[in-house]
Nanobody
Framework: QVQLVDSGGGSVQAGGSLRLSCVASRSMYGSYCMAWFRQPPGKEREGVARIYTGSDSTYYDDSVKGRFTISQDNANTFYLQMNSLKPEDTAMYYC?????????????????????WGQGTQVTVSS
């Protein structure tokens, strides 16, 4: 079992930055795909970024590429640095974890059964 606790959300103006954190109850080093998802109001949940803990390889949705950075610290804490925020980034953000191959993590979050989830942290970007 793994518990994930995510935090760091808040309210910012467009163009601002936030850093989300996700702390895992144990080391996630090895064959794990860690991801950040978001769910905007009235919309479906979508994956925004992934990191494969064994290789530190990172992957991004086109909507956040160049603005968001996913990273890990000692395979226990994961971050989503969000810069140049836009109003359309407003959403509840969740971290998630899954046992995965590197190839599956590369292919995309829709192919992975993420069994562990944080409780979510709200990000609101005003124009």
């Amino acid at each position: 079992q793994v518990q994930l606790v995510d935090s760091g959300g808040g309210s910012v103006q467009a163009g601002g930055s936030l850093r989300l954190s996700c702390v895992a109850s144990r080391s996630m080093y090895g064959s794990y795909c860690m991801a950040w998802f978001r769910q905007p109001p009235g919309k479906e949940r979508e994956g925004v970024a992934r990191i494969y803990t064994g290789s530190d390889s990172t992957y991004y949705d086109d909507s956040v590429k160049g603005r968001f950075t996913i990273s890990q610290d000692n395979a226990n804490t994961f971050y989503l640095q969000m810069n140049s925020l836009k109003p359309e980034d407003t959403a509840m953000y969740y971290c998630a974890a899954a046992t995965s191959s590197g190839y599956a993590c590369y292919l995309g979050s829709q192919l992975i059964d993420f069994g562990y989830w944080g409780q979510g942290t709200q990000v609101t970007v005003s124009s």
